[in-house]
């Protein structure tokens, strides 16, 4: 008896009802597949795996505008994002990074602006694969508030002194859009020297306008 040499991707990528229209459907259907195959190449995974994997055996490479252009359409497909598990987002992380693609439309209205966190929900999503312990910082507001949020200024404060230490202790989360409804704000990496697991970490959060003022200020605590 022959192996089974078939090996059902363990990601499924749950789409948006959305997607399932007449007429975009197939193109959805061969999103959707490229990055169930993706995700199967070894973790960390990096775009030139995925290049190599398009090329290898091939008997051309393609352009680097091509190429991007199908990067591009990746990212763009409309997911679920509530339904991601960490090695997908960690894939959808490397391929923003990547792109660096401008914030979509902000879901803003122009009043008023957050006072507790209470009005945002936190994600800290690891880079799966690595061994640097990498975090995506991810901030997505629960509410419309004033559009005049234009970055996240954060500081790191460690609360109980485990193991890790975040390089750098301050960072910024840009916006990058409006995901699932919610105005969205993001950091790609933040790093530590060990392990975090189990520390306590105060992150003060400073809504900035465009010209670095201030517009409100929280703290939430973190244990990872």
């Known amino acids: 008896m022959k192996d089974n040499l078939f090996k059902p991707c363990p990601y499924m990528y749950k789409l948006q009802p959305s997607v399932f229209s ?14 169930q195959n993706i995700s199967q190449l070894a973790a960390p995974v990096a775009i030139a795996d995925i290049r190599a994997q398009l090329e290898t055996g091939q008997v051309s490479t393609f352009t680097d505008a091509g190429f991007d252009q199908f ?10 994002t509530t339904a991601l598990v960490a090695a997908e987002i960690t894939i959808l992380n490397v391929i923003r990074e990547y792109l660096d693609p401008p914030a979509s439309l ?17 994600s800290l999503n690891l ?12 901030l997505a507001l629960n509410n419309s ?10 500081d790191i404060i460690k609360i109980d002194p485990l193991s890790g230490t975040p ?32 520390d306590i970490y105060d992150f003060k959060f400073t809504f900035r306008d465009s010209t670095g003022a201030t517009l409100a200020l929280i703290t939430e605590t973190v244990t990872f």
Request: charged share 20%; net charge negative; aromatic share 10%.
């Open 71 to 80: 990067l591009n359409k990746l990212y763009a497909l409309d997911l679920d």
């Open 167 to 198: 390089i750098p202790p301050t960072i910024v989360l840009n916006k990058i859009g409006c995901v699932n409804g919610k105005q969205t704000f993001s950091k790609l990496w933040l790093d530590f020297t060990f392990d975090p697991t189990g």
């Open 145 to 154: 508030y004033s559009c005049d949020i234009f970055d996240i200024e954060c």
């Open 127 to 138: 880079r799966v694969g690595t061994s640097s312990f990498e975090y995506e910082v991810n």
């Open 22 to 35: 007449i007429g975009i459907d197939s193109e959805t259907c061969s999103l959707l597949s490229s990055l």
């Open 106 to 122: 902000s879901c803003c209205n122009g009043i008023g602006l957050p006072a507790t966190d209470a009005d945002f929900d936190l």
